[in-house]
């Protein structure tokens, strides 16, 4: 039987060092009768990139994105419209996609499901030039993922520490939502896209998403008085955020939106992006290893 071939690309410095026990696993619970496998280890930011792109084009049938939401956001962007499936072995601050794909944080028991092979074809969404794999959006949320990347210090306890520092000083914008010609100003404290249902950490902003429905769930959060933000803040705790009168979600395949700034996060990285965001669906694009 002719074996499989895996490439892991390991982020040495995602999440809180959870890398560090990578080779041990992969030497002793990838099953060698199934696949022959090859390490790659990032040297900076955006070279997972051109590793996957890489790994598809000598089709290798899985790659591994060993990291975080940046990580596989990176790994899998490479993966679209290939036969190369994206893995996940979840070593970040946040994993999102992981979490939302009900991959198990136990990095034992993802290498089980990696070495079991089942696959999926979920969707995945532009924001002008970039490519996102879980969630991408504007306001709060990029300003916090912009603070997170300058600190040396990862996890989401430091994470935690950047957003309640700064909820009493950001100050919403206004902005645009423009779905199918009709146009809707709005005083936004976040606006985001979500393709699956959580940011990561299990704070769920979009609660009915789902990653292969040809659907993006367009999350709205209005400026609200700051005696609301520890309300707000428990609802993404407690899959609640769709209650909120300070909220509206709703289901798009595309979407344009306007701000005064020029920056988004996209999977948490933040970008410039621009003033004006136009955001289109690709149903099914990307082959992933799900449970």
Same mark, same amino acid.
């Given at each position: 039987?002719?074996?499989?071939?895996?490439?892991?690309?390991?982020?040495?410095? *995602? @999440?809180?060092?959870?890398?560090?026990?990578?080779?041990?696993?992969?030497?002793?619970?990838?099953?060698?009768?199934?696949?022959?496998?090859?390490?790659?280890?990032?040297?900076?930011? #955006?070279?997972? /990139?051109?590793?996957?792109?890489? &790994?598809?084009?000598?089709?290798?049938?899985?790659?591994?994105?060993? $990291? $975080?939401? @940046?990580?596989?956001?990176?790994?899998?962007? *490479?993966?679209?419209?290939?036969?190369?499936?994206?893995?996940? !072995?979840?070593? &970040?601050?946040?994993? $999102?996609?992981?979490?939302?794909?009900? /991959?198990?944080?136990?990095?034992?028991? =993802?290498?089980?499901? /990696? +070495?079991? &092979? #089942?696959? =999926?074809?979920?969707?995945?969404?532009?924001?002008?030039?970039?490519?996102?794999?879980?969630?991408?959006?504007?306001?709060?949320? =990029?300003?916090?993922?912009?603070?997170?990347?300058?600190?040396?210090?990862? &996890?989401?306890?430091?994470?935690?520490?950047? =957003?309640?520092?700064?909820? !009493?000083?950001?100050?919403?914008?206004?902005?645009?939502?423009?779905?199918? @010609?009709? /146009?809707?100003?709005?005083?936004?404290?976040?606006?985001?896209?979500?393709?699956?249902?959580?940011?990561?950490?299990?704070?769920?902003?979009?609660?009915?998403?789902?990653?292969?429905?040809? !659907?993006?769930?367009?999350?709205?959060?209005?400026?609200?008085?700051?005696?609301?933000?520890?309300?707000?803040?428990?609802?993404?705790?407690? +899959?609640?955020?769709?209650?909120?009168?300070?909220?509206?979600?709703?289901?798009?395949?595309?979407?344009?939106?306007?701000?005064? #700034?020029?920056?988004?996060?996209?999977?948490?990285?933040?970008?410039?992006? $621009?003033?004006? !965001?136009?955001?289109?669906?690709?149903?099914? *694009?990307?082959?992933?290893?799900?449970?």
């Amino acid at each position: 039987m002719t074996k499989k071939k895996i490439l892991f690309i390991i982020n040495p410095i *995602s @999440g809180v060092g959870r890398y560090k026990i990578v080779e041990k696993l992969i030497e002793n619970k990838l099953d060698k009768n199934i696949f022959d496998h090859e390490l790659a280890y990032t040297k900076a930011p #955006k070279h997972a /990139i051109n590793l996957s792109k890489q &790994g598809a084009n000598e089709n290798f049938d899985i790659v591994v994105a060993v $990291g $975080g939401d @940046g990580s596989v956001n990176e790994v899998g962007r *490479s993966l679209i419209g290939t036969k190369t499936a994206l893995a996940i !072995l979840p070593c &970040g601050s946040g994993n $999102g996609a992981a979490r939302h794909l009900d /991959i198990p944080m136990d990095l034992v028991k =993802a290498m089980k499901m /990696i +070495n079991q &092979g #089942k696959t =999926a074809m979920i969707d995945t969404f532009n924001i002008n030039n970039e490519v996102a794999i879980n969630t991408a959006g504007i306001g709060f949320a =990029a300003h916090i993922a912009y603070e997170f990347s300058k600190n040396k210090k990862r &996890g989401f306890s430091n994470y935690l520490k950047i =957003a309640v520092r700064d909820s !009493l000083k950001y100050k919403s914008q206004p902005c645009e939502v423009e779905i199918n @010609g009709k /146009i809707q100003k709005v005083d936004a404290f976040i606006i985001d896209i979500a393709n699956g249902t959580q940011w990561g950490n299990n704070a769920v902003i979009a609660p009915h998403a789902e990653n292969d429905d040809g !659907l993006l769930d367009l999350c709205v959060i209005r400026d609200f008085h700051f005696m609301n933000f520890p309300v707000l803040a428990t609802r993404l705790f407690t +899959n609640s955020i769709h209650r909120s009168k300070f909220v509206e979600i709703s289901k798009v395949k595309e979407v344009t939106i306007r701000q005064d #700034k020029t920056y988004a996060h996209v999977d948490g990285e933040p970008v410039i992006i $621009g003033s004006e !965001l136009k955001v289109t669906v690709n149903p099914h *694009s990307l082959k992933v290893i799900v449970p």
